[in-house]
């Protein structure tokens, strides 16, 4: 078992920016990719980013592209997504979760891909 908590979620002005962690524990010996998701008011949830196990690779979302940036430090068993630029349409509860990452270098865009997920925090930003 894997626990995620998220943490640095608050509310901001648009062209703000804001840095969300995610700490992991429990068996974090094991390999494990790492994605961030969010979902909006009436929205489900969608992928933001996801960060490979060896941290070499990430992926985004179109809609973060250039503004967000996925990054991990394996040692304090810690992702955090740093994002800038933000805008009104970023408003959502954000959710880290990890993936049993086959390779180093692989990367999970949906969530059915997560087997273990945060509680989430909630970014709002104001126009």
């Known amino acids: 078992q894997v626990q995620l908590v998220e943490s640095g979620g608050g509310l901001v002005q648009a062209g703000d920016s804001l840095k969300l962690s995610c700490a992991a524990s429990g068996r974090t010996g094991s390999s494990y990719a790492m994605g961030w998701f969010r979902q909006a008011p009436g929205k489900e949830r969608e992928f933001v980013a996801t960060?490979?196990?060896?941290?070499?690779?990430?992926y985004y979302a179109d809609s973060v592209k250039g503004r967000f940036t996925a990054s991990r430090d394996n040692a304090k068993n810690t992702v955090v997504l740093q994002m800038n630029s933000l805008k009104p349409e970023d408003t959502a509860v954000y959710y880290c979760?990890?993936?049993?990452?086959?390779?180093?270098?692989?990367?999970?865009?949906?969530?059915?891909?997560?087997?273990?997920w945060g509680q989430g925090t909630q970014v709002t930003v104001s126009s």
């Open positions: 960060i490979s196990w060896s941290g070499s690779r990430t």
């Open positions: 979760a990890a993936a049993r990452s086959a390779l180093g270098i692989s990367l999970y865009v949906t969530e059915r891909q997560y087997s273990y």
